[in-house]
């Protein structure tokens, strides 16, 4: 099924690199998991009550210059949806976006990935609590990228920070 950005989406992207905005366009129109757009640019105002509350961890945001977009997973029937395993579908989306138009992305649920258009799949060794090493393969979807993120964090005993509905330009 294709699905098409509503009005308030539209508007969110006022203001956002044309850039974002062609990707996001794209990824609409190919994705499987249907999806708005809940924020693009933010004022430093908007920014700093976001770190004041902790839904923001940063003012150095890309959200600030419009090169970032947060997308919301919806879902027919039951609205906005926050589940982990709907954002890999859009992130997909996004990454066959900017593969397509040939615009570098990073997703917030795969930090360690640069630009998630080469994203091709990963090894990774990691030693278990009784001393043997293990190496586990990733494919190449954003599923699997988010599940290295996590993997590579935890082996070097750092959490992951996990912010799926967040797509940022890499400038």
């Known amino acids: 099924m294709a699905y098409k950005l509503g009005k308030r989406s539209q508007q969110k992207l006022e203001g956002v690199d044309e850039r974002m905005q062609s990707v996001v366009r794209y990824a609409i129109s190919v994705t499987k998991q249907d999806f708005s757009v809940i924020c693009g640019l933010r004022t430093r105002k908007q920014q700093e009550a976001l770190v004041a509350k902790g839904a923001s961890k940063?003012?150095?945001?890309?959200?600030?210059?419009?090169?970032?977009?947060?997308?919301?997973?919806?879902?027919?029937?039951?609205?906005?949806?926050?589940?982990?395993?709907?954002?890999?579908?859009?992130?997909?989306?996004?990454?066959?976006?900017a593969r397509a138009i040939d615009i570098p992305m990073r997703w917030g649920a795969a930090w360690h990935i640069d630009d998630i258009r080469k994203w091709k799949g990963a090894s990774h060794t990691y030693e278990l609590r009784n001393g043997k090493d293990v190496t586990k393969h990733y494919s190449s979807s954003m599923e699997d990228a988010m599940s290295y993120y996590i993997d590579l964090r935890r082996s070097e005993d750092r959490l992951p920070f996990i912010d799926a509905p967040h797509f940022e330009l890499v400038v």
């Not at 419009?66 to 029937?77: I, N, P, R, T």
């Open 58 to 97: 940063t003012m150095k945001s890309k959200h600030l210059d419009g090169h970032a977009v947060d997308l919301m997973a919806y879902l027919d029937g039951s609205g906005d949806r926050w589940e982990l395993n709907l954002y890999d579908e859009i992130a997909d989306a996004m990454a066959e976006g």
